[in-house]
């Protein structure tokens, strides 16, 4: 391991699979046919979400901004993986390494908390019928999203930076693909148990208490939804409702994984794994289960492609 007596290091390794180079080539191909699939797929869901009009709901707000954070989300971290793969050159210079770790982590953290308001959309859609609109009024809807948006910098700034803060001896490989924290607080030398704790406290509150709204959200809604007698209703309200639960569940799964537990006792290559499951696979099936399980956004999309037809 290179040693540098500098107080942070002008760059940093990524070794991601350099153990396994066999890897690297499927992964390149892999990653540079979901990231423009993930791009198209999202910049669809925005276009259509504000050219239809039938789509201007609170619910297509939120997935606009969740297609938004999921576009962000990705591009902070796959052209760097591509980069890597794709050369001999395996760095990351230590101002990149910032800059993606501020970003990756405002994303994570804001969609976390955007999961739950869409469920909390859900729930006064399903539930209090006759208040939506009074309770989800434009006004509310963009205070929710600016809360979201906020907390999620507020979390990244200052987790971000008490971490760039810890003595790193010198050291400057990072045994991942990413700069992530946990990754950087495993890396850190010296005494480091603060920041992991702080670290969990702050990811039960952007993953657990998120999470459990959630759970309540979809139990309030189930309980509604097993009293509609009409057939057609409580497809109407589970169809509406399982696209985001299957959202939550890819989302949320790998994060409470990789983030809920202290960072000395992760495994070598769980970090990698999960980085490419939450950071590339998530946000390229966002668009895909949402189109293929929501009428309304198949018929925008098809009305979208016809008159782009029609005007060629």
């Known amino acids: ?55 201007h709901s609170p619910m297509y707000f939120f997935l606009t901004n969740l297609s938004f954070l999921d576009m962000c989300y990705t591009t902070s971290i796959v052209p760097q993986m591509l980069f890597n793969l794709g050369t001999s050159k395996k760095t990351i210079s230590y101002v990149g390494c910032a800059v993606q770790l501020y970003f990756f982590h405002i994303m994570g953290g804001t969609e976390c908390l955007l999961l739950a308001v869409m469920s909390f959309d859900r729930y006064v859609a399903i539930c209090k019928p006759l208040h ?3 309770i989800m009024n434009q006004r509310v809807c963009i205070l929710l999203v600016a809360t979201v948006w906020l907390s999620g910098m507020t979390y990244a700034v200052s987790e971000a930076t008490v971490t760039l803060q810890l003595p790193l001896c010198g050291h400057n490989t990072l045994d991942h693909l990413v700069c992530e924290i946990p990754v950087l607080i495993k890396t850190a030398c010296g005494e480091k148990g603060a920041n992991e704790l702080t670290l969990s406290v702050v990811c039960i509150f952007f993953l657990a208490v998120p999470l459990c709204l959630i759970l309540i959200s979809y139990a309030c809604i ?14 109407k309200a589970f169809g509406t409702c399982s696209s985001h639960l299957i959202v939550v569940f890819l989302f949320y799964g790998p994060a409470i994984s990789m983030y809920l537990q202290p960072a000395s006792s992760i495994s070598r290559d769980q970090p990698k794994f999960m980085a490419l499951f939450y950071g590339v696979v998530t946000p390229t099936l966002n668009p895909f289960i949402y189109t293929l399980r929501n009428k309304d956004v198949k018929g925008a999309l098809g009305n979208l492609m016809r008159s782009v037809f029609t005007c060629k």
């Open 1 to 55: 391991m290179e040693l540098i007596n500098k107080s942070h290091p002008e760059e940093f390794i990524l070794l991601g699979f350099a153990d396994r180079p066999w890897l690297e080539l499927p992964l390149f191909i892999i990653l540079l046919i979901t990231y423009p699939m993930a791009m198209m797929g999202n910049i669809a869901i925005i276009l259509v979400s504000k050219l239809d009009t039938r789509l």
């Open 132 to 134: 939506y609109t009074l």
């Open 222 to 235: 189930g309980h509604v939804v097993f009293k509609i007698r009409s057939l057609e209703g409580r497809k």
